[in-house]
């Protein structure tokens, strides 16, 4: 079975940085393009920044310069490093892991940037 284990996630002012986790078990990981979403209030999900299996990283435009991503298949984990965090990244951010018609998703963790 595969779990997804976010963290990381948490209370933020506009301006500073925080990085989430999400620790992948019951796949090969390796295989598997892995990334972000989120989810505002009311909003449509929305990707954050995916990475394929061969290591090609792309990102929202919303967060190109802020954001990068970076996966490790040693410990099939995959990570979001956070910068220069804005109120409108303020989201549930979820971890996914797919290949071909195979999509897994982590439960979310809450990203709030408020002062």
């Known amino acids: 079975q595969v779990q997804l284990v976010e963290s990381g996630g948490g209370l933020v002012q506009p301006g500073g940085s925080l990085r989430l986790s999400c620790a992948v078990s019951?796949?090969?990981?390796?295989?598997?393009?892995v990334g972000w979403y989120r989810q505002a209030p009311g909003k449509q999900r929305e990707l954050v920044a995916i990475?394929?299996?061969?290591?090609?990283?792309n990102y929202a435009d919303s967060v190109k310069g802020r954001f990068a991503s970076s996966r490790d298949n040693a410990k099939t984990t995959v990570y979001l490093q956070m910068n220069s965090l804005k109120p409108e990244d303020t989201a549930v951010y979820y971890c996914?892991?797919?290949?071909?018609?195979?999509?897994?998703w982590g439960q979310g963790t809450q990203v709030t940037v408020s002062s």
């Open positions: 990475i394929t299996s061969g290591g090609n990283t």
């Open positions: 019951g796949t090969i990981f390796r295989l598997f393009t």
């Open positions: 996914y892991v797919g290949r071909d018609s195979y999509n897994y």
